[in-house]
């Protein structure tokens, strides 16, 4: 299999709109995950903001929350978390690019609750690739796609808003 354009800009915006829309209310407490989780919720915080809401936006970075983190390496790449509003009591919506086995949003929750104790953790994708290994479901997926476990899906944003898949070497 070579590498492929699974969603092109179009589709990928199209799902965007459908997410904001499943998440449109008055206050919206929205947490992205490092990168492309971020890159995501930014793009639905435009679209709430333009259809009303008022949006609370906070960016997680898990890498010290990873289960895996004796395997990626002795220098990665670590980002500051930024949760600048009092999570207790809230109903959260976590955003990422792409949700596959899950351990990135276990991670994620385990975060979250470190700042305090939430009203609910929502899950939101951009492409829900199968493949879990945890029992991690999103409430709000804008696209749908059975990868084999011999590739990655990754959101690609420069230029335009695509989703790849590409084969693991």
């Given at each position: 299999m ?23 209310a ?8 490092h990168?492309?989780g ?7 915080e ?8 008022s949006?609370?936006r ?8 990873r ?8 220098n ?16 959260v ?16 929750m ?5 700042y ?5 953790i ?9 493949g ?5 479901a ?6 749908s796609h ?12 420069e ?8 084969q693991?070497?």
């Amino acid at each position: 299999m070579t590498d492929s354009i699974l969603f092109d800009q179009q589709t990928v915006e199209a799902a965007l709109n459908r997410m904001a829309d499943a998440m449109l209310a008055d206050e919206v407490h929205l947490v992205g995950i490092h990168s492309g989780g971020a890159k995501v919720a930014d793009a639905i915080e435009q679209r709430l903001e333009q259809n009303g809401s008022s949006v609370c936006r906070g960016n997680l970075d898990i890498s010290f929350y990873r289960d895996d983190l004796d395997t990626i390496g002795p220098n990665p790449e670590v980002r500051p978390s930024e949760l600048p509003f009092d999570v207790a009591g809230k109903d959260v919506w976590l955003v990422d690019d792409v949700l596959y086995t899950g351990r990135t949003i276990r991670a994620a929750m385990d975060e979250i609750f470190d700042y305090g104790r939430p009203a609910s953790i929502r899950l939101a994708v951009l492409v829900d690739r199968g493949g879990r290994q945890l029992p991690i479901a999103a409430q709000c997926a804008g696209l749908s796609h059975q990868a084999p476990k011999n590739c990655t899906v990754e959101l690609v944003t420069e230029g335009a808003w695509i989703i790849e898949q590409r084969q693991v070497k």
